[in-house]
C-alpha cells in the first residue's frame, strides 16, 4: 500500500518535474524572440540565403507564434515524442540514446568510488586512536571540508596537468570502452562528492557509536564486527543513501564540465552543444531525460531506505518515536 | 570567462613536467614539419585534436563553417587553389578562361579523374555541385553566397564546365577555391542530405570511415589520390582520427603526452611555451577579414565621425594585444587579414591620443560628465552597447575587450560589455541593440570587403542578419567595391579595393585588432602544411616520425 503510493507519488513528481523543466528550458531558450535560425544555418561570419531561411523556418515550425511552438514541444513531450534536433537533423532520441550509457557510466563509477573513498576516510577518522590517530583524523576531516569546495575544472585541470601531462601515466582524454580513461574523470568527480558524504558519514558513525541500541547490542554479546555492520554501519549509511539523489544531480551537473574537459562524450556535452546553437529539443530532451532519471533515483532511494530503516516501514500512527528506533535493530538481530 | 590563475599556473606546471618528458623520450629538438631529419616513416595514423565546433554535418556545402572548411580539406578539394603569394593555382580544374564582358567563364577540367566511389570527376558533377550549393533544401551559407551571381553551370562536354553568370564576378575563381565549394560526387549527393552529412564523397587524400559523434572521425587513405598536378601518389599516412577535444589545457596536455600529433586553437601561453621544445608551431593566419571592432553608424553615438575617432584614438589596444596574446600576433590597421596580397593599412590613423579624443568629444557637443565620471549629452550617458559572443571571441580577446574598456572610459565613454551565446548575439544584432561589435569573418580574397562594407550589406537577411554591421552606408564606397568585382584586370582591382579600404580607415567605422588567429602545433609528425585558401591544413604529404 505505502509502496504503492510511493511509486504514484513519484509519478506524479515525474510529472511535475518534466513539466517544469521543460517550460523554463523553452522560455530560456527561445524567450525574447531569440530567433535560432542564424545559429542553426550559418554559424559564425556566414550568411544564409532567403530560401534556405524560410525553408528552415517552415520545417522546424519556427514560423508558428512562440505559444503555439510551447504547446507543440509540451504535446510531444506528452507523448514522449522528443522530436528531431534543429541542428543535427537526426532524432533527439538517437541523440539521448549514443550520449547516455558514457555518461551513466562515469556516474556510476564516481559514484561507487565516491562512497568507498567516503566510508575509507571516516572509518580510519572515528577509528583513530592516540595522539597521531587523532592528528591523522584531525587532518582527513579538513580535507573533507577542501574537498567539497573543490570545483571539478580545477581539480581536473590539476589531475591533466599533473597525471597526465606531466607525469604520462593516464591519458589527459576520455574515450568510452577505454578504462584508463575512466580514471581520471571519475577521481575529478567523485572527490567533491566524497567529501560532503564523508563528513555526513563520519557523523552518522560517532553518532551510532555511542546510541543506545549499540550498546544494547554489545550487552547482549553480539561481536564487534557484527555490532558495527548491523548497527553502526547501517546507521551511518542513512543519511548518506537520503542523499543520493542529490549526489546524483550534482554527478550529472558536474560531468558537463568533465566531460568537456576530459573531451569524453556524453549527455553534458551533448546539452552544451544544444544550448549554444539554440537547439531547444535536444536541450529540451537531454533536462528532461536527466529529470527522469532524477526522480528516479529518488525513488529508488526512497525504498530502500524503508528496507534498511525499519522506523519507516511499520508505521504505526503516534508510536514511532526515537525511542523505538534503538529498539528496532534489536529486534532483527 | 577567463580562466583563475591557479589554473594557469599549473598549467605552466604541466608544461615544465611535459618538457622535461618529452626531452628524455628523444632527441629533443625538431622534429617540426620543414625538418628533414629523415626519421619520418610511411603509415601509421596520425591524431588530430581539434578545439573547434564538432560540425554537425561534414558536408561543408550544407551551413558552411569553419569547423567544416578544416576536416573536410582531407576529403574534397575545390576547383582551383590559390598559393601563399594569392594567386590562384589549378586543382580539379587545369585551366579556365573568361569571356571579354566577364559573363561566362569555361573550366577544364582533368581527363579520366574520379571521386573515391568511382564517379567521374567531369563538367556534370561541377553542375550537381552547384545546383546541390543553389538548393535552398541545401541550407547552404557561406557557399550559397560564393555563387550567387552563377545562374546556370553549362556541360559543354566531359572536360568543360561553362558558368554563366548574371553579372561580372571578378572574385569568382577565389570564391571557388574556398572548401565550402569543394566538388563531390553527385552520386554521393543523390543519397540525401543525411547519408552525405554522415560520409561526404570526394576526391581528396583521405576518406571519411566512420564518425561517432562527439568523440571522432575516422579517416582513411585514399590509396587512388590524384595530385593536382596530375602524378598519381597517395598520401604517406594510413589515416587520421579527428578527435574533438572542446578544452585547450586538455588537447595541449595530451599533445605534450603523445595522445594527438597536432592540436587546433592552442592558447597564446601553450604557443609560447611549446618554444624551444619538440613541438612546431604553425602560423596560419585565416584570410579575408582582420578581427576588429566594427563601430554602428546608424545610431547615435557613433553616427559622429568625431564620436567614432575618439573612440578608437582612446582604445588603444596595442599593449592589451601585446600581453595578451604573449607576442604571437601583431597589431593590425587593415580592414583586411595580412595574407590578402591586396591588403592596405594605415597605422597614422590608430594613434593613442586620449587629448585628442577629448577634444573631439567636447566638439562633439559631450561635454558635461555624470557622476560615475562618464559623459553625457543632453542627460544621455555616452553609453556604448558592446554584445560579445562568447563562441566567437576567445578568452584572450574578451579580455582585451575589457582593456579597451577601461581605457575609452578616461575618455568618458561607457563600454558596456554583454557576453552571450550565438543565438542571443544574433538576435543583439538584428534588433540593432549595439553600438560596438566584433565578429570574425573568413572569405578568400578582397571581396570580403563587398560584403562587410557595402550598403547592400546592410540589409538584413530574413532570418534578420546582415553582415555590414557598421552599417557603412557610402555611395563612393559602394561604386568602388562594384567597380573592383567587375574589373578583369589585376592591377586595377588591386588599386580600387586600395581606394575602398582607404574610406573604411578614415571613416573610422572599424577599429582593427589583428589577423583572425588560427595557430597549430604539431608534435612527432612532419611536413603539415596549411593550404593558402582558408589557411586549413593538409596532411597529404604528412608523416609521422620516431618518437
Known amino acids: ?333 | 570567462m577567463r580562466r583563475p590563475a591557479p589554473v594557469i599556473a599549473l598549467s605552466a606546471l604541466a608544461l615544465v613536467l611535459s618538457a622535461c618528458s618529452g626531452s628524455t623520450g628523444g632527441d629533443g629538438e625538431g622534429s617540426g614539419s620543414s625538418d628533414p631529419s629523415g626519421s619520418a616513416q610511411a603509415g601509421g595514423t596520425l591524431v588530430y585534436a581539434t578545439g573547434d565546433a564538432e560540425p554537425t554535418c561534414l558536408d561543408p556545402h550544407v551551413g558552411g563553417n569553419y569547423p567544416q572548411a578544416l576536416i573536410s580539406t582531407q576529403y574534397l578539394e575545390p576547383l582551383v587553389g590559390r598559393d601563399a603569394d594569392g594567386t590562384i593555382t589549378p586543382w580539379l580544374a587545369t585551366g579556365w578562361t573568361v569571356s571579354e564582358d566577364g559573363l561566362t567563364w569555361d573550366f577544364t577540367l582533368a581527363e579520366g579523374r574520379t571521386f573515391t566511389d568511382g564517379t567521374p570527376v567531369d563538367a556534370a558533377a561541377v553542375k550537381a555541385n552547384v545546383e546541390h550549393l543553389q538548393d535552398p533544401d541545401t541550407g547552404s551559407s557561406t557557399g550559397y553566397l560564393a555563387v550567387g551571381k552563377v545562374s546556370e553551370v553549362e556541360v559543354v562536354d566531359a572536360t568543360t564546365a561553362r558558368f554563366h553568370l548574371s553579372a561580372p564576378d571578378a572574385a569568382l575563381l577565389e570564391s571557388l577555391s574556398q572548401q565550402w565549394t569543394a566538388i563531390q560526387s553527385p552520386a554521393g549527393i543523390e543519397r540525401g542530405q543525411d547519408a552525405n552529412c554522415a560520409a561526404p564523397i570526394g576526391t581528396g587524400p583521405f576518406v571519411v570511415e566512420a564518425w561517432t559523434p562527439q568523440q571522432q572521425v575516422d579517416l582513411v587513405r585514399n590509396e587512388d589520390y590524384v595530385r593536382p598536378d596530375g602524378t598519381a601518389e597517395p598520401a604517406a599516412l594510413e589515416g587520421i582520427t579527428w578527435r574533438f577535444l572542446p578544452d585547450a589545457a586538455t588537447r595541449y596536455a595530451a599533445l605534450g603526452s603523445g595522445q594527438v600529433n597536432v592540436i587546433d586553437n592552442p592558447q597564446p601561453d601553450s604557443i609560447v611555451a611549446s618554444e624551444g621544445t619538440d613541438i612546431t608551431h604553425i602560423d596560419a593566419p585565416r584570410p579575408g577579414s582582420s578581427n576588429r571592432i566594427e563601430l554602428n553608424t546608424a545610431q547615435a553615438p557613433f553616427d559622429d565621425v568625431a564620436v567614432r575617432e575618439a573612440f578608437i584614438r582612446s582604445a588603444n589596444p596595442e599593449p592589451g594585444i601585446e600581453t595578451l596574446f604573449a607576442g604571437v600576433t601583431a597589431p593590425s590597421y587593415s580592414p583586411l587579414a595580412s595574407v590578402e596580397p591586396t591588403a592596405y593599412s594605415d597605422e597614422s590613423l590608430f594613434g593613442y591620443d586620449l587629448d585628442e579624443a577629448e577634444a573631439l568629444l567636447d566638439g562633439a557637443g559631450w561635454t558635461e560628465r555624470d557622476a560615475d565620471g562618464y559623459r553625457t549629452r543632453d542627460g544621455e550617458r555616452l553609453t556604448v552597447r558592446f554584445p560579445v559572443s562568447t563562441n566567437q571571441s576567445v578568452a584572450a580577446e574578451q579580455s582585451l575587450f575589457e582593456q579597451i574598456q577601461a581605457n575609452t572610459r578616461q575618455a568618458g565613454f561607457e563600454v558596456v560589455l554583454e557576453p552571450m551565446d550565438l543565438s542571443a548575439w544574433y538576435t543583439a544584432l538584428g534588433e540593432n541593440a549595439y553600438e560596438a561589435v566584433s565578429a570574425p569573418y573568413t572569405k578568400v580574397g578582397p571581396d570580403v570587403l563587398r560584403v562587410l562594407y557595402h550598403s547592400d550589406s546592410t540589409v538584413p537577411a530574413p532570418s534578420g542578419y546582415f553582415a555590414n554591421h557598421a552599417q557603412v552606408k557610402d555611395p563612393a564606397l559602394d561604386a568602388l567595391l562594384d567597380a573592383a568585382s567587375a574589373s578583369q584586370d589585376e592591377a586595377e582591382r588591386a588599386d580600387l579595393y586600395a581606394q575602398a579600404q582607404a574610406i573604411v580607415l578614415e571613416g573610422f567605422y572599424i577599429l582593427p585588432l589583428y589577423d583572425q588567429q588560427n595557430h597549430f602545433l604539431t608534435r612527432g609528425v612532419e611536413g603539415v602544411e596549411t593550404l593558402g585558401t582558408v589557411s586549413t591544413p593538409t596532411f597529404v604529404d604528412a608523416a609521422l616520425t620516431q618518437s
Open chain 1, 1 to 333: 500500500m505505502t509502496v504503492l503510493r510511493l511509486v504514484l507519488g513519484a509519478l506524479g513528481r515525474a510529472a511535475l518535474v518534466v513539466w517544469v523543466t521543460a517550460t523554463v528550458v523553452f522560455f530560456a531558450l527561445r524567450g525574447g524572440g531569440r530567433d535560432p535560425l542564424e545559429a542553426i544555418l550559418g554559424g559564425p561570419g556566414s550568411q544564409a540565403g532567403p530560401e534556405a531561411v524560410e525553408a528552415a523556418r517552415t520545417e522546424y515550425g519556427l514560423d508558428n507564434p512562440v505559444v503555439v511552438q510551447y504547446l507543440d514541444q509540451l504535446r510531444r513531450v506528452a507523448t514522449l515524442d522528443l522530436g528531431t534536433s534543429f541542428s543535427r537533423r537526426v532524432p533527439v532520441a538517437d541523440l539521448l540514446r549514443d550520449a547516455f550509457p558514457s555518461t551513466v557510466v562515469l556516474a556510476a563509477t564516481s559514484l561507487v568510488l565516491a562512497w568507498a573513498l567516503a566510508l575509507v576516510v571516516a572509518l580510519v577518522a572515528v577509528g583513530a586512536r592516540g595522539p597521531v590517530g587523532r592528528a591523522v583524523a584531525g587532518v582527513l576531516r579538513g580535507l573533507e571540508v577542501v574537498a567539497t569546495v573543490t570545483p571539478h575544472f580545477w581539480l581536473g585541470a590539476v589531475l591533466i596537468a599533473v597525471v597526465a601531462a606531466g607525469l604520462g601515466w593516464l591519458p589527459a582524454t576520455s574515450t568510452p570502452g577505454q578504462p584508463a580513461g575512466l580514471v581520471l574523470p571519475s577521481i575529478t568527480l567523485a572527490v567533491p562528492l566524497a567529501g560532503f558524504l564523508g563528513q555526513l558519514m563520519r557523523d552518522g558513525l560517532e553518532e551510532a557509536g555511542t546510541a543506545p541500541f549499540t550498546t544494547s547490542a554489545r550487552a547482549r554479546g553480539a561481536s564487534p564486527a557484527r555490532v558495527f555492520t548491523h548497527h553502526t554501519l547501517r546507521h551511518a549509511s542513512l543519511p548518506v543513501l537520503a542523499l543520493s539523489g542529490w549526489a546524483v544531480g550534482s554527478l550529472l551537473s558536474g560531468a558537463v564540465v568533465v566531460e568537456l574537459l576530459f573531451g569524453r562524450p556524453g549527455l553534458g556535452r551533448l546539452l552544451v552543444d544544444a544550448t549554444l546553437v539554440g537547439d531547444v529539443p535536444v536541450v529540451i530532451g537531454a533536462v528532461v531525460l536527466v529529470a527522469l532519471l532524477y526522480v528516479v533515483v529518488v525513488t529508488v532511494t526512497d525504498l530502500l531506505e524503508r528496507v534498511l530503516d525499519p522506523r519507516l516501514r511499520r508505521p504505526r500512527a503516534g508510536v514511532a518515536t526515537p525511542d523505538d528506533a534503538s529498539a528496532e535493530p534489536v529486534a532483527l538481530s
